[in-house]
């Protein structure tokens, strides 16, 4: 069997990456109910924040990018969790917009996101939290 490399543990792509995992898992687990992924929430999230967002706009919002997001944004407009409407002063450009479904659950969803939050940070004292808000921003 091979043997990991001794500096694998204080490995900066290691730790994040296994701190994702940790942290989506946890999450996903959350919205499995609902039927959306943790992507999908983050776009209702992005669109609660300013309703009406091209996707252009959106992927900027959110830091993604076009491809991943057109996927995305077709799932859920075929799962009726986003409206898409010309824009009335240009017909090329869609508007993106959350649906009545996506409304109806907004505060459950906000919840669930704010209790993911809390749970990832439980362990930390409130300075070590705004230190690796401040680190993790940073790091984007």
């Known amino acids: 069997?091979?043997?990991?490399?001794?500096?694998?543990?204080?490995?900066?792509?290691?730790?994040?990456?296994?701190?994702?995992?940790?942290a989506h898992s946890g999450f996903k687990k959350q919205l499995k109910k609902y039927?959306?992924?943790?992507?999908?929430?983050l776009v209702l999230e992005g669109l609660w924040y300013d309703e009406g967002m091209t996707a252009a706009e959106l992927?900027?919002?959110?830091?993604?990018?076009?491809?991943?997001?057109?996927?995305?944004l077709e799932?859920?407009?075929?799962?009726?969790?986003?409206t898409k409407k010309q824009d009335p002063d240009?017909?090329?450009v869609q508007r993106l917009y959350t649906s009545e479904k996506a409304n109806q659950y907004k505060k459950q969803l906000i919840n669930e996101r704010?209790?993911?939050?809390?749970?990832?940070?439980?362990n930390f004292t409130?300075?070590?939290?705004?230190?690796?808000?401040?680190?993790?921003?940073?790091?984007?």
């Open 90 to 92: 240009d017909g090329r």
């Open 1 to 22: 069997m091979a043997k990991l490399p001794e500096d694998l543990p204080d490995c900066m792509v290691f730790l994040l990456g296994k701190a994702y995992q940790k």
């Open 126 to 140: 409130p300075e070590e939290q705004l230190l690796i808000k401040r680190l993790l921003r940073d790091l984007i």
């Open 75 to 82: 799932r859920m407009a075929d799962t009726g969790w986003i």
């Open 114 to 122: 704010k209790k993911a939050n809390k749970n990832i940070l439980k």
């Open 59 to 72: 992927c900027k919002l959110l830091i993604i990018d076009k491809a991943t997001a057109s996927g995305i």
């Open 35 to 41: 039927g959306l992924t943790n992507m999908q929430h």
